[in-house]
């Protein structure tokens, strides 16, 4: 029998969800000895001490993760609820009721004073392991000091705590991701050796992996493959004017007015780092590789501080956070999905050609740089040549579960991904969503792609549909998409 070693009683390993949650119930039996728990030896000369728990009543068990994968926390919203147990002094033979709370009980069990149960108050909550993350990324040039080797070196450190269940799994998918392509080695440290002061759960530790491969990149997309999200629900909902309602696109688009945004970031996990330092420049480049193919991500730090704060920050964590995976996995392509709108109360329409600024700039961009292709040639003169641009080849996706009627809208389940060439900021405030089509006049599907870039992108950021411009261009003509509510002839048309 594993007893946890921290531990002044004997804690086995069969209850760890009781430590994980912080609750015990009705029929748990609790020794100072592991001999009590040995039914062939002699307890009475070994033991000091017997607890049974009285109240509460069992329950079933409760899951630490919700949809989302994210941790419901049940340990410190069990700490202050009430417990009673049955107290036998086996050396005096008295049996005592005791009344007290689930974190006076977890603090006789961890520091071994009786007098725990005693007390009216409950002690303070030590440390779990969404502080101890927050801790590890506080001293997060502490932690490469230590542990950077050299520049071909990267790691990924984050809390583990073998009583809660979701960082079990959570490690353990970890380590089978990891096994399918990285050379790898684990290091386990303990908080008390790093962190002064400051009291942790007894069964926190801190798991380093760590790697000497040069593809660090690499390395860091397969934490975030294994950490993503799985959504399971399969009727998202969305709040309108304070009325919950199915997630239908026509519904996101014509009537919500923000939505939550992307809520997965690697940060939000543990902490990873490299010997590839960032380059401070005014315009920062990430090399995306999807489908075999290059996409250089680039965004203007400066200019991308005048975003809202949710726009911002999607862009802003894009190179650390963008799930590639979805790239380079079978998925839909903006660009060639056949798009069914037939249920839908909304029409997709363009207006112009039109005259618009950047007609000039795309002319203007011809000879700029050493690029291969005019999109890249025009995608970098405009970052450093348009005050309005701020970011190009954005990488954006779209999930099945994030939509009521995904699967209809694009005969699919699997992820809608696709790359906005330019993202500008326009005068009126609105985010500007603008692709480059070498020959603008003349396309045909240009608007279902825009309307998907600005459907994703909304969904992404968290910001209204109607906040957001789209268009296309080339060197001679200019188009916006417009995406309004259909007109009651083309619903008759329909019908029909």
Partial sequence: MIYYSKFSWAIPSAFSSCLGNCIFEQGDVLYDSPVGYNSEQNHEKSLNYRIQIISPKRKTPTSQASDNN????????????AVELALWDIKNGVKSIKRTKQGNLYYLLWKGDITYLDSENSPEIPV???????LIHDHKEYIEQKYLIDDAYAGFVLPFDPTNSLLV??????????????????????????FDNTEFLP???IKCY????????????RFKEALWPVRTNKNPKIKINGIEKDKTISNFILKQNSSGGNSFTINNHGLYFTAKRENLKTIRVTSFYHSKLPYPYRLHLEKAKELKKSVYKYLH??????PNHFFNAPNVRCSKVDLNLSEEEIEITTSGPTDH???????????????????QE??????????KTIATEVPIWLESAEFSNYSGMFGSTKPLTGHIDVIRLENDGKVGIWDFKPDAYHEKRAKYQLFLYGLMFANRTGIPFKTIELGYFDTSDCFRVLVNKKSQTTLATILN
């Fill in 70 to 81: 994210e941790s419901t926390n049940l340990f410190p919203a069990n700490w202050d609820s």
């Fill in 128 to 134: 779990t392991w969404e502080r101890l993350n927050r």
């Fill in 169 to 194: 799994e959570k490690h353990s998918k970890i380590e089978r991701y990891l096994d399918e392509d990285f050379d790898h080695q684990i290091v386990t440290l303990e908080p008390d050796n790093i």
């Fill in 203 to 205: 069964t926190l530790k």
């Fill in 210 to 221: 760590l790697t000497e491969s040069k593809k660090v990149e690499g390395f860091r997309d």
């Fill in 317 to 322: 964590n894009l190179s650390v956070d963008c």
């Fill in 357 to 375: 600024e950047l007609i000039k700039l795309a002319k203007s961009s011809r000879g700029f740089g050493n690029y291969k292709s005019a999109h």
């Fill in 378 to 387: 025009i995608e970098a003169y405009l970052l450093e040549n348009d005050p």
